[in-house]
């Protein structure tokens, strides 16, 4: 699956990630951070950008859309990967992602 501007990857079923709870995977050499919210499914970098912890063993916050980190607490908007609090101050890269027949797929080359 390879549609015009990048090379998409499947990454997980829907059925597979947990509402409201980040999931780590291992994808193409890199750590990504799935989330599934009432939003839609995000792809981030695993990677707090503040100590390197993964964020995959951080809480998600639905109503406001972030990704905390479980080490120093820095807050990420799942969207846009941009600081919501400190103390990292480098957003994180995420990836686009789309739901297709009940597969997620992440293109690795849009961050």
Do not use: K, N
């Not at 549609?3 to 509402?19: I, K, M, N, S, Y």
């Not at 916050?61 to 908007?77: K, L, M, R, S, V």
């Not at 400190?86 to 597969?103: N, Q, T, Y």
């Amino acid at each position: 699956m390879t549609p015009e501007g990048g090379r998409w990857v499947r990454v997980a079923q829907l059925d597979e990630l947990p509402l409201d709870a980040p999931v780590g995977r291992a994808v193409d050499g890199l750590r990504l951070c799935l989330v599934r919210t009432a939003d839609g499914v995000f792809a981030l970098l695993d990677r707090c950008t503040h100590r390197d912890f993964p964020l995959s063993a951080g809480e998600v916050d639905p109503e406001e859309g972030t990704i905390a980190c479980a080490w120093h607490g820095a807050t990420f908007d799942l969207r846009t990967g941009a600081v919501r609090t400190l103390p990292a101050i480098r957003p994180v890269p995420v990836f686009p992602v789309e739901v297709r027949d009940g597969d997620v797929w992440v293109r690795l080359d849009g961050a």
